[in-house]
């Protein structure tokens, strides 16, 4: 868990405390997936208090395991993504609409310390690709063989039979297994 006392700084409008810290999880848990964390997150940055709110700004730094959607293999992805967020204690979180007219989203403080790991597994949720390529030029896999490209080529048959003459390629076929 990701926490960090704001004991002093709530009571200080206009202050400012800088933080690093750094967390083991063993998954960062997706609709989808389990994905496996390979190296401790980092979280560093600075939360300030507007009087209002304590605004986080900062940086969360780890290295997923992810699976190729082309090849099926398994590759390190060196994520660093930017996080910023706002917290209020509940009293003040009733205010409401931003400058926008949107409503504000605004995290919860409980407390004395502000809990950062859900916006940390937010932040890493919203920074993973669309498509989870171990590479840019990955290959993928054979779809008649099932062997990974990347690694050399098939043996497949890669010759293509126009299917309005696959019977005669089938009749000359059987014509040279007769002689």
Do not use: H
């Not at 969360?60 to 190729?68: D, F, K, N, Q």
């Not at 310390?113 to 940390?120: G, K, R």
């Not at 048959?157 to 009749?171: F, G, Q, W």
């Amino acid at each position: 868990m990701v926490q960090i006392s704001v004991s002093d700084l709530k009571s200080r409008p206009g202050s400012e405390i800088e933080f690093k810290t750094q967390a083991k999880w063993p998954y960062l848990i997706t609709a989808a997936a389990r994905i496996p964390i390979l190296a401790p997150v980092r979280v560093s940055g600075r939360i300030t208090n507007t009087g209002r709110l304590l605004v986080v700004k900062g940086q969360v730094a780890t290295t997923l395991e992810l699976t190729c959607d082309r090849c099926l293999e398994k590759f390190r992805y060196s994520a660093v993504v930017p996080l910023e967020e706002e917290y209020a204690a509940a009293s003040q979180m009733l205010a409401g609409t931003g400058e926008d007219g949107e409503a504000d989203e605004v995290r919860p403080l409980i407390g004395d310390f502000i809990n950062l790991q859900p916006a940390v597994e937010e932040a890493l949720i919203l920074a993973l690709p669309m498509k989870w390529l171990c590479r840019e030029n990955c290959q993928g896999l054979c779809p008649r063989c099932g062997q990974n490209l990347n690694a050399g080529p098939c043996q497949c048959d890669d010759r293509t039979v126009d299917p309005r003459l696959a019977i005669l390629a089938e009749l000359l076929r059987q014509r040279e297994g007769e002689n």
